[in-house]
């Protein structure tokens, strides 16, 4: 599978995807976006362990990329506008967040069941954003905010060495999390095994991407006149926007397979792209939304 799929980004930008090809990535990522909102707003408001809480919302945030993703990749039916644009960067930030958030969601969402190891994982979570917030935010917030954040910090620091679990894990680990540099307990190498993915082939995705969501030498160096790189229509993008969305669409199936899991009666709600949810394109509205639109109309 990875072969194939480099072999559609080929340095040289030579080889052509057929456009019958890029429309049924379009379609699939369109379906699997679908149905994982139409999931997430059905289980909304569920009674859940912490972990396993903070990941439904972990997923609403993949959803949201999701939905970034499919209003800006190229005739998408989610979006309306005068021309496409036909660059790989439109959708790599996007993409990649997706990448990010799957391993994160797997994390909470396959938390053990010890209520001790799940408050452990949402207090180190709790202390990465306090620590974050402190030292990201100090231009937009006032000096009373930031005394409240650091007494919130030294609450979640004692709150985290009063769990026997945190006082269980190695010193390093521990001193890397009172630091707020761990989102997570086990490293990413870690997380991403435990996804299910493959070390090498999420390298190349996260690395990739990163190339189009800045404005790295993948995205300049070569560049083609009235070709790659430069928005129209070409064979190189066409190609990369196609691979990158086979991937997400396989990455947001996955996510919204383990909702499902959690949340068996969701199921009933994965009907690809009939599936219902607001707002989004009108034929994917619940009815009652397009009965009160059209009440709102007359």
Same mark, same amino acid.
């Given at each position: 599978?990875?072969?194939?799929?480099?072999?559609?980004?080929?340095?040289?930008?030579?080889?052509?995807?057929?456009? /019958?090809?890029?429309?049924?990535?379009?379609?699939?990522?369109?379906? /699997?976006?679908?149905?994982?909102?139409?999931?997430?707003?059905?289980?909304?408001?569920?009674?859940?362990?912490?972990?396993?809480?903070?990941?439904?919302?972990? *997923?609403?945030?993949?959803?949201?990329?999701?939905?970034? !993703?499919?209003?800006?990749?190229?005739?998408?039916?989610?979006?309306?506008?005068?021309?496409?644009?036909?660059?790989?960067?439109?959708? /790599?930030?996007?993409?990649?967040?997706?990448?990010?958030?799957?391993?994160?969601?797997?994390?909470?969402a396959d938390a053990p069941f010890d209520?001790?190891?799940?408050?452990?994982?949402?207090?180190?979570?709790?202390?990465?954003?306090?620590?974050?917030?402190?030292?990201?935010?100090?231009?937009?917030?006032?000096?009373?905010?930031?005394?409240?954040?650091?007494?919130?910090?030294?609450?979640?620091?004692?709150?985290?060495?009063?769990?026997?679990?945190?006082?269980?894990l190695d010193a390093s680990v521990r /001193?890397?999390?009172?630091?707020?540099?761990?989102?997570?307990?086990?490293?990413?190498?870690?997380?991403?095994?435990?996804?299910?993915?493959?070390?090498?082939?999420?390298?190349?995705?996260?690395?990739?991407?990163?190339?189009?969501?800045?404005?790295?030498?993948?995205?300049?160096?070569?560049?083609?006149?009235?070709?790659?790189? !430069?928005?129209?229509?070409?064979?190189?993008?066409?190609?990369?926007?196609?691979?990158?969305?086979? *991937?997400?669409?396989?990455?947001?199936?996955?996510?919204?397979?383990?909702?499902?899991?959690?949340?068996?009666?969701?199921?009933?709600?994965?009907?690809?792209?009939?599936?219902?949810?607001?707002?989004?394109?009108?034929?994917?509205?619940?009815?009652h939304i397009k009965r009160e639109r059209?009440?709102?109309?007359?």
């Amino acid at each position: 599978m990875q072969e194939e799929k480099m072999r559609c980004v080929k340095d040289s930008g030579s080889e052509k995807v057929p456009q /019958a090809r890029y429309r049924d990535a379009l379609k699939r990522f369109d379906a /699997a976006t679908c149905e994982a909102l139409a999931v997430g707003q059905a289980t909304a408001n569920r009674t859940a362990l912490p972990a396993v809480g903070y990941s439904t919302h972990v *997923f609403a945030r993949i959803c949201s990329h999701a939905v970034s !993703t499919i209003c800006a990749a190229p005739q998408s039916r989610w979006a309306h506008r005068e021309f496409e644009h036909w660059d790989l960067s439109t959708i /790599a930030a996007y993409s990649r967040s997706i990448l990010e958030g799957y391993i994160l969601f797997r994390y909470l969402a396959d938390a053990p069941f010890d209520l001790e190891i799940q408050r452990t994982y949402v207090n180190v979570m709790h202390l990465y954003d306090c620590k974050k917030r402190i030292s990201i935010l100090p231009r937009m917030l006032s000096e009373g905010d930031l005394e409240w954040l650091k007494a919130q910090e030294f609450e979640l620091i004692n709150r985290l060495n009063g769990i026997e679990y945190f006082k269980s894990l190695d010193a390093s680990v521990r /001193a890397g999390i009172l630091r707020g540099e761990r989102l997570h307990i086990p490293s990413r190498h870690d997380l991403i095994l435990a996804a299910g993915l493959k070390k090498d082939e999420f390298d190349f995705f996260y690395n990739y991407l990163s190339q189009y969501a800045h404005v790295f030498s993948f995205t300049f160096y070569r560049i083609e006149p009235d070709g790659r790189g !430069t928005g129209l229509k070409n064979a190189f993008d066409q190609g990369a926007l196609t691979m990158v969305l086979e *991937f997400g669409a396989g990455i947001i199936s996955a996510a919204t397979d383990r909702m499902v899991e959690m949340f068996p009666d969701a199921g009933n709600e994965r009907r690809g792209t009939d599936s219902k949810f607001s707002p989004g394109p009108a034929k994917n509205l619940p009815r009652h939304i397009k009965r009160e639109r059209r009440k709102v109309l007359r």
